[in-house]
T-cell receptor, first 112, second 115 residues
Framework: DAGITQSPRHKVTETGTPVTLRCHQT?????MYWYRQDPGHGLRLIHY???????DKGEVSDGYSVSRSKTEDFLLTLESATSSQTSVYFC???????????FGPGTRLTVL | KNQVEQSPQSLIILEGKNCTLQ??????????LRWYKQDTGRGPVSLTI?????NTKSNGRYTATLDADTKQSSLHITASQLSDSASYIC??????????????FGKGTKLSVIP
């Protein structure tokens, strides 16, 4: 699992509340990613980071923000959760030596 | 727009049988193609990676092929086991000399192996 943990693993929240998901890595990788996975869709990139305080948008970034104040932590925030953000969220790191993305175990988020 | 199409969408096979999953892509510029296995409730795990010059890559009972001319890849599973039940995702990487890097994901093939 390349030393990637995600927290929480499951969360149920109500529409309009803020939610923050955390991704933690132990191997000092520069690149980190947040994806969402929904039935009928492939994994879709939300945001990514290429270093501390360096982030950029993916294809489905509306309604999400991210922060990376330390190499090991990448946070995904839903400022005001909506039911359309009910999904499974995966964090990933990229090992540039092998050009491989390693994924975390996922967070299942339900917005009621 | 870069796209990756996988077929079939789902597949049920008997334990011990072989199967082949397909992936067609339109990604440019092409860097490499990877197959991931995703068990239910888990994150995807890389099985194989192939670059433009590679035709075949094996990982145990998994053999991936790549035809860069027709932009097709297949994943062949030999002597299937119950533990092979999972979704298999084809992922194509695109990287330009300018440093841009993009992954295009297929929607996956859900394989069920039954006793």
């Amino acid at each position: 699992d390349a030393g990637i943990t995600q927290s929480p693993r499951h969360k149920v929240t109500e529409t309009g509340t803020p939610v923050t998901l955390r991704c933690h890595q132990t191997e000092n990788h520069r690149y980190m990613y947040w994806y969402r996975q929904d039935p009928g869709h492939g994994l879709r990139l939300i945001h990514y980071s290429y270093g501390v305080k360096d982030t950029d948008k993916g294809e489905v970034s509306d309604g999400y923000s991210v922060s990376r104040s330390k190499t090991e932590d990448f946070l995904l925030t839903l400022e005001s959760a909506t039911s359309s953000q009910t999904s499974v969220y995966f964090c990933a790191i990229r090992d540039r030596n092998t050009d491989t993305q390693y994924f975390g175990p996922g967070t299942r988020l339900t917005v009621l | 727009k870069n796209q990756v199409e996988q077929s079939p969408q789902s597949l049920i096979i008997l334990e011990g049988k072989n199967c082949t999953l397909q992936c067609n892509y339109t990604v440019s510029p092409f860097s490499n193609l990877r197959w991931y296995k995703q068990d239910t409730g888990r994150g995807p795990v890389s099985l194989t990676i192939m670059t433009f010059s590679e035709n075949t890559k094996s990982n145990g009972r998994y053999t991936a092929t790549l035809d860069a001319d027709t932009k097709q890849s297949s994943l062949h599973i030999t002597a299937s086991q119950l533990s092979d039940s999972a979704s298999y995702i084809c992922v194509v990487s695109s990287a330009s000399g300018a440093g841009s890097y993009q992954l295009t994901f297929g929607k996956g093939t859900k394989l069920s192996v039954i006793p």
